[in-house]
């Protein structure tokens, strides 16, 4: 087997193993009270458990094999992150915001409970996340544990994530360029992507001056990513997306792909792929499975 080759199938082995992880870990941490908070808990499972890529904590499982930190300590940040990822696909599913039936192949919070339940449930995974930052288990130093919980809160606020979002719904209204569409998808979906691997930085005390070419990583790749997203929003299968398709031409939003035309955003996400490996340049094997992660994201089908 060919080094790529293995990485491939390191990869994939790794994808799974941390998904099911993800799964157990919020089976743990959502067990059902018996109490009127039942429906709650129920509705907060129907969003985290089962589904998804778990791309953000394999990517910090990545991240961490730079500096061989902790595959439980990494696991914890990756269950942090997904329960930020998760509330914001609640919120987003809403009818105030994208108004989705469908997510991750199923309904959507709101469908299958009421809007009520899903707001509750989203704002209970965003508090969920900052608990799992500030537990010891996450990391024994109290001074890496503040920096993770100020980094994540600043990648999933106005300053990142949520800025993010409500520039989005404002494109609903505006015409917006390609410097405003790459500013938009840097905050909404790089945020979060960037989150995961400075995490790795921080728990493994890395000072802000070393840490350059991993940002240029995130960054890079965070941009393929959602370029290789609208790609699938137009040529994609919504059965494989496990959600609908064409949802942005129709609200009338500009993307990669309206702006750029098919081919030119395509080559654009290999060449912030090519860019994002160049980054790794200084690093043997250990960083392959980053080297992965930035193929799969645009060679993906969901």
């Known amino acids: 087997m060919t080094r790529s080759g293995g990485a491939v199938a390191d990869m994939q082995a790794r994808a799974h193993d941390v998904a099911v992880q993800i799964d157990m870990a919020f089976d743990r941490l959502l067990a059902i009270p018996d109490d009127p908070r039942r429906r709650l808990y129920e509705a907060m499972r129907h969003a985290a458990i089962g589904g998804g890529k778990r791309l953000r904590p394999l990517l910090v499982q990545a991240a961490c ?16 992150i997904e329960c930020i990822h998760v509330y914001s696909l609640i919120h987003d599913d809403l009818p105030a915001m994208d108004d989705d039936d469908l997510r991750r192949g199923k309904p959507t919070v709101h469908k299958a409970y009421d809007e009520a339940t899903a707001i509750l449930a989203g704002d209970c995974l965003h508090d969920l996340a900052f608990e799992v930052l500030a537990d010891e288990e996450t990391h024994p130093d109290p001074f890496v544990r503040v920096e993770l919980v100020k980094a994540l809160a600043m990648c999933s606020g106005p300053a990142g994530m949520a800025g993010g979002q409500m520039m989005d719904l404002e494109a609903e209204q505006t015409r917006f360029d390609l410097a405003t569409v790459t500013r938009l ?3 909404k979906t790089g945020a979060l992507i960037c989150f995961c691997v400075e995490a790795a930085a921080i728990m493994a005390r890395l000072p802000q001056g070393a840490r350059t070419k991993l940002h240029g990583y995130a960054r890079d790749i965070g941009l393929a990513f959602q370029i290789a997203d ?3 929003d137009v040529e994609g299968d919504a059965a494989l997306a496990g959600k609908a398709l064409g949802k942005d031409a129709a609200a009338g939003k500009e993307t990669f792909v309206s702006l750029l ?3 030119a955003a395509r080559e654009r996400a290999h060449m912030l792929v090519a860019q994002a490996k160049e980054h790794l340049r200084g690093h043997g094997a250990e960083a392959d499975l980053l080297r992965a992660i930035a ?5 993906r089908d969901r």
């Open 65 to 80: 094999d730079l500096f061989n930190i902790s595959r439980e300590s990494a696991l914890r940040v990756g269950l942090a």
């Open 185 to 187: 998808q840097n905050l």
């Open 230 to 232: 609208d790609l699938l």
């Open 261 to 263: 035309g098919v081919e």
């Open 295 to 299: 193929d799969y994201i645009v060679e």
